[in-house]
């Protein structure tokens, strides 16, 4: 069975970074397309930034792009959300998904297989 686990998150002040960790269990991670997502109190959840399985060509919001960064470590079954010159807006409770065919872009949200348990990033202006 596919398990997502996810690990970082907290509160930080605006400019500074965080990173969140998301490891997989019960199949093989590189096989998955992977995307970060987060969802706002009152809002639907949306695609954040997203990197298919078959190229490095992440896709991204354009309200992240240039501060926040998708990698992969197939070889621990992990993958990463670097987020840096974090914002009040980014504020929001974080999931990592992964799918099963490749895709240029994080959207449908409902596209995605398996999700991660959810982490809370809190950004104080």
């Known amino acids: 069975q596919v398990q997502l686990v996810q690990s970082g998150g907290g509160f930080v002040q605006s400019g500074e970074s965080l990173r969140l960790s998301c490891e997989l269990s019960g199949w093989t991670l590189e096989v998955y397309s992977i995307g970060w997502f987060r969802q706002a109190p009152g809002t639907e959840r949306e695609g954040v930034i997203c990197?298919?399985?078959?190229?490095?060509?992440?896709y991204s919001i354009e309200s992240v792009k240039g501060r926040f960064t998708v990698s992969r470590d197939n070889a621990k079954n992990t993958m990463y959300l670097q987020m840096d010159n974090l914002k009040a807006e980014d504020t929001g409770v974080y999931y990592c998904a992964v799918g099963q065919y490749p895709t240029t872009d994080c959207e449908p949200v409902s596209w995605w297989n398996f999700w991660g348990q959810g982490t809370q990033v809190t950004v104080s202006s």
């Open positions: 990197l298919s399985r078959d190229n490095n060509q992440p």
